[in-house]
């Protein structure tokens, strides 16, 4: 189930949010401060946050600020009576998703909810799919991008497409007719049999060492992933 942090002073407004989020099947957990608020951040996971900007020690929009500056994947939805023009550019500004001024609905309310939460949902499963680690090693397809140990690779392009293929279907035998049918080279040739051998063999030079198997040759056939991603 998500996890909501609502963050409001108002005790009794408080209480009903967290009855409605409750009812509407998450998980509430409310902050009546700001110092409250960024230690519960913190210690604890919430999938979003749900903010006052006037707080009795503090100002909500630095908690925005502070909040993104440590956990910046956590959507926050401003829920305050500053409703200046230049208080939702700020807001806004500073990273939320969204900026909803008392009065409000909370059927739309849920709703905006709702859909914060579907969008960063996505964002995560997009940014999963750009990127394969086990904490040791660790490719970023999108940036283009390889470390190990926390020594920073250097991987070619046909290197990364033969990574990708591999980790996309990892613990799946991949032919190596297969992978000669994914794999060309820059300039548009394919790639031989004999080219895939090599790119193979520097490959697990890069990427492996004694402690740390990540390509596994299924002799007559082709290769394996083993690796776990974390």
């Given at each position: 189930?998500?996890?909501?942090?609502?963050?409001?002073?108002?005790?009794?407004?408080?209480?009903?949010?967290?009855?409605?989020?409750?009812?509407?099947?998450?998980?509430?957990?409310?902050?009546?401060?700001?110092?409250?608020?960024?230690?519960?951040?913190?210690?604890?996971?919430?999938?979003?946050?749900?903010?006052?900007?006037?707080?009795?020690?503090?100002?909500?929009?630095?908690?925005?600020?502070?909040?993104?500056?440590?956990?910046?994947?956590?959507?926050?939805?401003?829920?305050?009576?500053?409703?200046?023009?230049?208080?939702?550019?700020?807001?806004?500004?500073?990273?939320?998703?969204?900026?909803?001024?008392?009065?409000?609905?909370?059927?739309?309310?849920?709703?905006?909810?709702?859909?914060?939460?579907?969008?960063?949902?996505?964002?995560?499963?997009?940014?999963?799919?750009?990127?394969?680690?086990?904490?040791?090693?660790?490719?970023?397809?999108?940036?283009?991008?390889?470390?190990?140990?926390?020594?920073?690779?250097?991987?070619?392009?046909?290197?990364?497409?033969?990574?990708?293929?591999?980790?996309?279907?990892?613990?799946?035998?991949?032919?190596?007719?297969?992978?000669?049918?994914?794999?060309?080279?820059?300039?548009?040739?394919?790639?031989?049999?004999?080219?895939?051998?090599?790119?193979?063999?520097?490959?697990?030079?890069?990427i492996?060492?004694?402690?740390?198997?990540?390509?596994?040759?299924?002799?007559g056939?082709?290769?394996?992933w083993?690796?776990?991603?974390?």
């Amino acid at each position: 189930m998500k996890r909501i942090l609502v963050v409001e002073d108002d005790l009794a407004l408080s209480a009903g949010l967290c009855f409605e989020l409750d009812s509407g099947g998450y998980i509430s957990v409310s902050a009546y401060t700001y110092q409250k608020a960024f230690q519960l951040v913190k210690e604890d996971r919430f999938d979003l946050v749900l903010l006052d900007v006037n707080l009795p020690d503090g100002n909500g929009f630095d908690l925005c600020k502070a909040i993104k500056a440590l956990r910046p994947e956590i959507p926050v939805i401003f829920l305050t009576a500053n409703d200046l023009e230049q208080n939702v550019l700020d807001g806004f500004d500073l990273g939320a998703e969204d900026y909803v001024t008392k009065p409000f609905s909370m059927k739309i309310l849920l709703r905006r909810v709702e859909a914060v939460l579907r969008r960063s949902g996505q964002s995560k499963a997009e940014e999963s799919a750009q990127r394969w680690s086990d904490g040791y090693l660790t490719l970023d397809f999108g940036a283009l991008t390889a470390q190990r140990g926390g020594e920073t690779l250097t991987i070619t392009p046909n290197e990364y497409k033969l990574l990708r293929v591999l980790t996309d279907n990892a613990g799946n035998i991949l032919t190596r007719q297969v992978l000669l049918e994914r794999l060309w080279d820059s300039g548009g040739n394919f790639i031989d049999d004999h080219t895939l051998t090599v790119t193979m063999n520097r490959l697990r030079a890069k990427i492996e060492d004694d402690t740390h198997s990540y390509i596994q040759t299924v002799r007559g056939m082709g290769y394996i992933w083993k690796g776990v991603q974390r």
